[in-house]
């Protein structure tokens, strides 16, 4: 995973204390979206396709007997809801190979809307991004404190909570990061300027 964007030492997570975290997003308690294509299948699935942890499963875990409250509200984004803190966790759907070309590599009208949604109800909102590849964030990256690139995490949600709550984060972009796919393709040395270049990576804790 790679951390984006850390504004205010949004992350790490505190551990214990009477706070309230909120998730919402289509890919929160998705199993099949947070594994992506080639997975069972070849084109990947949704919802439980295998045994494994989705990010809420693992929330749950990582902040019983902590006095943390969790709530879920899933793509129902619009409800009467408030929280210290916001988790949305979306992004692409599982494909592979040809069927998931893209010519605007686009964030996605229903991630938009659920992500605005929930930062719009909370004091402090992160953003994970599942995705096979770099997305066009621009528009989401000031609606939120810390945005993380989880790529495609696989079955073990812990993973990602343990990140959050103090783990820290290592990973670097393997890849340019592009404003708009206008750039595409783009490259180091290129002399265009990605919205995170190669190599890019935030390691705050």
């Not at 902040?63 to 809801?81: D, E, P, S």
């Not at 989401?140 to 945005?147: D, E, N, S, Y």
């Amino acid at each position: 995973m790679v951390l984006l964007k850390n504004t205010g030492g949004a992350l790490p997570l505190p551990k214990t204390g009477a706070y309230k975290i909120v998730v919402g997003g289509k890919s929160a308690d998705n199993l099949g979206y947070q594994m992506g294509g080639w997975s069972i299948t070849w084109q990947g699935g949704s919802g439980a396709t295998t045994t494994g942890t989705t990010f809420w499963s693992a929330i749950q875990q990582a902040t019983a007997g902590t006095g943390i409250t969790l709530q879920n509200v899933g793509t129902r984004t619009k409800g009467h809801y408030t929280g210290d803190v916001g988790i949305w966790v979306g992004g692409e759907t599982p494909y592979a190979e040809g069927q998931g070309d893209s010519s605007t590599l686009a964030f996605g009208t229903d991630n938009s809307t659920q992500l605005s949604d929930l930062c719009a109800r909370v004091t402090t909102c992160i953003a994970i991004l599942y995705s096979g590849r770099p997305v066009v964030i621009g528009d989401q990256l000031p609606k939120v404190k810390a945005f993380v690139a989880a790529w495609l995490p696989g079955t073990e949600g812990l993973g990602i909570t343990d990140a959050l709550f103090g783990g820290g984060f290592t990973g670097k972009l393997p890849v340019s990061w592009p404003t708009a796919v206008t750039q595409e393709p783009i490259n180091t040395g290129d002399g265009k300027t990605p919205l995170f270049p190669l190599g890019y990576g935030i390691t705050p804790f």
